[in-house]
């Protein structure tokens, strides 16, 4: 065996009882997920918006910044479903560089996985606390979801995972609802089936457990764009490959067919500065086909209080240090923009 054991880690349920979550603040995650369930189902017409940094990696700044987004909140609340995008897990196609709070709490010391499974619920709560908003983070990991799931009211599943049998079986098990992104290859019947597996029952092997499964039925269906054999970045928010999935829809049985986009990643070229116009398209698109509005409950927005991105020894407070984000002042002008177009 070439794995070498540094430490063992406490149990999901150690940790949520060494940082629990406050009953009062339990009663604001069960109505923010009932809500955003209804929106799911059809049954509210306000628009989800998942919006914040590409990693969470400084919890003052993170906090900060949900707060921000509270006060906006406060506004558009009879419009909008706002939930602040705290990612803790960060994907690295290469398996290098920072790979968020949850390996590394402070990104320039060595990874301590312990103290950011700490770290981590910390700032969830404290961002809960402060702005009575829950939040979305990825499913980068399935047996990690368990740590923090009582704090999220949204979870996703990435491009690289969504074909991964682990990740679709735990979806089918999680209470809230989880979005599968299109893999990176833009071909949709793979996304299709991951939702399909997540709806399903299942009884499979979780940490250690033989467990069964209800299945999920608020699964659903998350644009993210594609990359070519070529490298080249490919949008799949238009008009034609909205229709697309919808016809794609039709061919399930599945009680809450949904859509959101995600204006960043292959749909944006990762330039940030392109999110707005991609919003504002996707917006525009819904106006004009019924069906495109019925179906398209949403989207996601990568944001921060300064926008681009920096390197970690920049220490520019409110920065991303991984993909570049929307600033606060766009963020704050995209946001009412959205509530005056829904």
Same mark, same amino acid.
């Given at each position: 065996?070439?794995?070498?054991?540094?430490?063992?880690?406490?149990?999901?349920?150690?940790?949520?009882?060494?940082?629990?979550?406050?009953?009062?603040?339990?009663?604001?995650?069960?109505?923010?997920?009932?809500?955003?369930?209804?929106?799911?189902?059809?049954?509210?017409?306000?628009?989800?918006?998942?919006?914040?940094?590409?990693?969470?990696?400084?919890?003052?700044?993170?906090?900060?910044?949900?707060?921000?987004?509270?006060?906006?909140?406060?506004?558009?609340?009879?419009?909008?479903?706002?939930?602040?995008?705290?990612?803790?897990?960060?994907?690295?196609?290469?398996?290098?560089?920072? %790979?968020?709070?949850?390996? $590394?709490?402070?990104?320039?010391?060595?990874?301590?996985?312990?103290?950011?499974?700490?770290?981590?619920?910390?700032?969830?709560?404290?961002?809960? %606390?402060?702005?009575?908003?829950?939040?979305?983070?990825?499913?980068?990991?399935?047996?990690?979801?368990?740590?923090?799931?009582?704090?999220?009211?949204?979870?996703?599943?990435?491009?690289?995972?969504?074909?991964?049998?682990?990740?679709?079986?735990?979806?089918?098990?999680?209470?809230?609802?989880?979005?599968?992104?299109?893999?990176?290859?833009?071909?949709?019947?793979?996304?299709?089936?991951?939702? $399909?597996?997540?709806?399903?029952?299942?009884?499979?092997?979780?940490?250690?457990?033989?467990?069964?499964?209800?299945?999920?039925?608020?699964?659903?269906?998350?644009?993210?764009?594609?990359?070519? $054999?070529?490298?080249?970045?490919?949008?799949?928010?238009?008009?034609?490959?909205?229709?697309?999935?919808?016809?794609?829809?039709?061919?399930?049985?599945?009680?809450?067919?949904?859509?959101?986009?995600?204006?960043?990643?292959?749909?944006?070229?990762?330039?940030?500065?392109?999110?707005?116009?991609?919003?504002?398209?996707?917006?525009?698109?819904?106006?004009?086909?019924?069906?495109?509005?019925?179906?398209? %409950?949403?989207?996601?927005?990568?944001?921060?209080?300064?926008?681009?991105? $920096?390197?970690?020894?920049?220490?520019?407070?409110?920065?991303?240090?991984?993909?570049?984000?929307?600033?606060?002042?766009?963020?704050?002008?995209?946001?009412?923009?959205?509530?005056?177009?829904?």
């Amino acid at each position: 065996m070439s794995f070498l054991c540094v430490r063992k880690i406490p149990s999901p349920e150690e940790i949520k009882k060494l940082i629990p979550l406050e009953n009062n603040l339990k009663e604001i995650k069960s109505e923010r997920d009932a809500e955003v369930k209804e929106i799911l189902a059809g049954k509210s017409n306000k628009f989800i918006v998942i919006i914040g940094p590409c990693s969470a990696d400084d919890e003052n700044s993170v906090c900060e910044y949900v707060n921000r987004l509270a006060k906006v909140n406060e506004e558009v609340k009879d419009k909008l479903f706002i939930i602040p995008r705290i990612y803790t897990n960060k994907p690295r196609t290469t398996g290098n560089g920072y %790979k968020g709070m949850f390996h $590394q709490p402070n990104p320039e010391k060595s990874p301590n996985i312990f103290d950011g499974l700490i770290s981590i619920r910390k700032m969830f709560i404290r961002s809960i %606390k402060e702005s009575h908003l829950t939040s979305a983070d990825e499913m980068l990991y399935p047996s990690n979801h368990m740590y923090y799931d009582d704090l999220l009211t949204y979870t996703t599943v990435g491009a690289r995972s969504v074909e991964n049998q682990q990740h679709r079986l735990t979806a089918s098990g999680v209470d809230i609802p989880v979005g599968m992104k299109n893999p990176t290859s833009g071909d949709i019947s793979v996304m299709f089936n991951s939702i $399909q597996a997540a709806h399903s029952k299942h009884n499979f092997l979780y940490r250690y457990n033989e467990v069964n499964t209800t299945g999920n039925p608020y699964a659903h269906v998350i644009m993210r764009g594609s990359v070519n $054999q070529h490298g080249k970045n490919i949008p799949n928010y238009h008009y034609e490959d909205l229709m697309r999935v919808a016809e794609a829809y039709n061919k399930y049985d599945f009680p809450y067919p949904a859509v959101i986009v995600d204006a960043n990643h292959a749909n944006s070229m990762k330039i940030f500065s392109e999110q707005p116009r991609i919003v504002q398209e996707v917006l525009n698109t819904r106006k004009y086909n019924c069906d495109i509005k019925n179906l398209v %409950k949403g989207v996601m927005v990568e944001s921060y209080i300064e926008e681009g991105c $920096q390197k970690i020894d920049d220490h520019i407070y409110g920065k991303s240090i991984t993909d570049s984000c929307l600033g606060w002042e766009a963020t704050e002008k995209l946001l009412y923009y959205i509530a005056e177009q829904v």
